[in-house]
């Protein structure tokens, strides 16, 4: 299994809803990686999962919540969020023998 | 801080014709480098990176990129365009510190092949 799997494919909340995006990787890798990109823009990290621990947190506002139950499994939380927060969520992971980090096809997220 | 600069928003190129997309980069010590292509709708596909050795590195897809230290450019080229090449193709860059990485991506090319 080479690839990274994104559910939903599209989601649409309203401000108030809590919802969550999932991502899922059986190539073994111990890196995973959150990434928000908006139309006709590059993607912009927002979290990196190391071994299961946070390692980095861009900054990103708190009603985006991260959790990484496992090695192969990556979820995004999301709560009270705003509609300039629509846009691609795009989850990678990658190993240290290859470096390159291997994206999933995204969640296009709709907030109302 | 490390930055990617893709001085072209679009490039159109013919069938045929041989193409380049531009990608100059600025990081401190050894540059992890990379190509990604997007589809409409789509997550980003691996092309090529650049780690360390022969300064031209092949891809997929037929593609290849030559990394020029003093010019520090890492410039997408291939020999013959298709049709199905046209997409959107992000240059990216890295420390490669593994589990700590940061991949910061240059602003997009758009390439469009024209029949």
């Known amino acids: 299994d080479t690839e990274v799997t994104q559910t939903p494919k599209h989601l649409v909340m309203g401000m108030t809803n809590k919802k969550s995006l999932k991502c899922e990787q059986h190539?073994?890798?111990?890196?995973m990686y959150w990434y928000k990109q908006k139309a006709k823009k590059p993607p912009e990290l927002m979290f990196v999962?190391?071994?299961?621990?946070?390692?980095i947190n861009e900054s990103v506002p708190s009603r985006f919540s991260p959790e990484c139950p496992n090695s192969s499994l990556l979820n995004l939380h999301l709560h009270a969020l705003q509609p300039e927060d629509s846009a691609l969520y795009l989850c990678?992971?990658?190993?240290?023998?290859?470096?390159?980090?291997?994206f999933g096809p995204g969640t296009r997220l709709t907030v109302l | 801080a490390q930055s990617v600069a893709q001085p072209e928003d679009q490039v159109n190129v013919a069938e045929g014709n041989p193409l380049t997309v531009k990608c100059t980069y600025s990081?401190?010590?050894?540059?992890?480098l990379f190509w990604y292509v997007q589809y409409p709708n789509r997550g980003l596909q691996f092309l090529l990176k650049?780690?360390?050795?022969?300064?031209l590195v092949k891809g997929s897809y037929g593609f290849e990129a030559e990394f020029n230290k003093s010019q520090t450019s890492f410039h997408l080229k291939k020999p013959s365009a298709l049709v199905s090449d046209s997409a959107l193709y992000f240059c990216?860059?890295?420390?490669?510190?593994?589990?700590?990485?940061?991949?910061?991506f240059g602003t997009g090319t758009r390439l469009t092949i024209i029949p």
């Open positions: 990678a992971s990658s190993t240290p023998s290859y470096n390159e980090q291997f």
């Open positions: 990081v401190s010590g050894n540059p992890y």
């Open positions: 990216a860059v890295s420390k490669g510190n593994f589990g700590n990485e940061k991949l910061t």
């Open positions: 999962y190391s071994y299961e621990k946070l390692s």
């Open positions: 650049y780690i360390t050795g022969d300064n």
């Open positions: 190539m073994g890798h111990r890196a």
